[in-house]
T-cell receptor
């Protein structure tokens, strides 16, 4: 079945450590996105990519980095510069088109040790 | 910038009854798309229904329908014959129809409405 796979499901970060969240899709979608979800908040866009080797900052990119070396993969690194990384992270993908919805993975829960 | 407001943090409904979740948005654009997503306890985001702003007819998907009032910038979701499996957080989202790229492809979400279904 086609879909979006995020791993790991749970992740713990120590102070000063960088961690990487994986997102892989086999839907052949061009666009991929990373969102952050905090309690009582909607989803906020961190980074997005419309094509391989290109990506743009979203609304809350500070303290995060991404790469898009393959169409299927869009990993997110939470750096030590992100002072409040505890959140639920959702990856999404979509076809580039006027009314194409975004499809989401199951998410990764990141916590600080 | 566009904003999406869901004024009901929590709602409850009896099984088999009908419930309406509210959503309003602010935009200066005339063409855009609106979505309702469902997030059950499993935390996966599931598309429920979508509406193109240029269409006057309200979208319908089985027991789910919307009341789209473009002039009022309102986009409510009606769930008929509510089922226990409908219990979830529901998010309203906006997307620009501008295909010039850049940040226009992003979704802007409301803060969500937690729906409880009582047996």
């Amino acid at each position: 079945d086609g879909g979006i796979t995020q791993s790991p499901k749970y992740l713990f970060r120590k102070e000063g450590q960088n961690v990487t969240l994986s997102c892989e899709q086999n839907l052949n979608h061009d666009a991929m996105y990373w969102y952050r979800q905090d309690p009582g908040q909607g989803l906020r866009l961190i980074y997005y990519s419309q094509i391989v080797n290109d990506f743009q900052k979203g609304d809350i990119a500070e303290g995060y980095s991404v790469s898009r070396e393959k169409k299927e993969s869009f990993p997110l690194t939470v750096t030590s510069a992100q002072k409040n990384p505890t959140a639920f992270y959702l990856c999404a993908s979509s076809i580039l088109g006027r009314n194409q919805p975004q499809h989401f993975g199951d998410g990764t829960r990141l916590s600080i040790l | 910038a566009q904003t999406v407001t869901q004024s009901q943090p929590e709602m409850s409904v009896q099984e088999a009854e009908t419930v309406t979740l509210s959503c309003t948005y602010d935009t200066s654009e005339s063409d855009y798309y609106l979505f309702w997503y469902k997030q059950p306890p499993s935390r996966q985001m599931i598309l429920v229904i979508r509406q193109e702003a240029y269409k006057q007819q309200n979208a319908t998907e089985n027991r789910f329908s919307v009341n789209f009032q473009k002039a009022a910038k309102s986009f409510s979701l009606k769930i008929s014959d509510s089922q226990l499996g409908d219990a979830a957080m529901y998010f309203c989202a906006y997307r620009s129809a501008d295909d010039s790229g850049g940040s226009n492809y992003k979704l802007t979400f409301g803060k969500g409405t937690l729906l409880t279904v009582n047996p």
